[in-house]
């Protein structure tokens, strides 16, 4: 069994089971920084401004609530999304002309940021990631 590593705010910690596995506070402030302004709001009408304007306020917490979903499992009321069709050009009643696009939750794109990451940065250390590989972020 691992002995737990307390981790993240000095206000707020959170057990994870290894330190290499504890997300910090910097991590989600750089996935903070690369949400956009200006996109529509989430299914639970959360938009990312939000988030981007209170980062000084908000970064710590949600390094502490990661760490527990890391730990733990991650939450079925962020785990959902919304297929949206988008028309790519041409006859409007030609279903071929249309891609979907799933609308999901702010903070499960965050976490998602978070981990996509984490992984890539790891694949590049043990250079296991292919040189031409690239993934949508």
């Known amino acids: 069994m691992l002995t737990p590593n307390v981790c993240c705010s000095p206000r707020r ?3 994870c089971s290894s330190a290499e596995h504890c997300h ?13 302004r200006n996109k529509s709001s989430d299914l639970y009408g ?8 209170a980062v000084s306020h908000l970064a ?7 760490n527990n979903v890391f730990d733990t499992a991650f939450p079925a009321s962020q785990s959902i999304g919304r297929l949206c ?23 499960s794109k965050l976490y998602a940021t978070v981990l996509e990451r984490r992984i890539s940065g790891w694949a590049e250390d043990h250079g296991i990631r292919a040189d031409g590989q690239a993934g949508l972020t």
């Open 60 to 66: 710590s917490p949600i390094s502490v609530v990661f």
């Open 13 to 15: 910690s959170t057990q």
């Open 85 to 107: 069709p988008i028309f790519t050009g041409g006859d409007e009643h030609d279903l071929d002309n249309y891609r979907g696009i799933t609308v999901g939750t702010v903070l």
């Open 24 to 36: 910090s506070t910097d991590e989600v402030v750089a996935a903070i920084s690369a949400l956009k």
């Open 46 to 53: 959360m938009r990312s401004e939000f988030i981007i304007d």
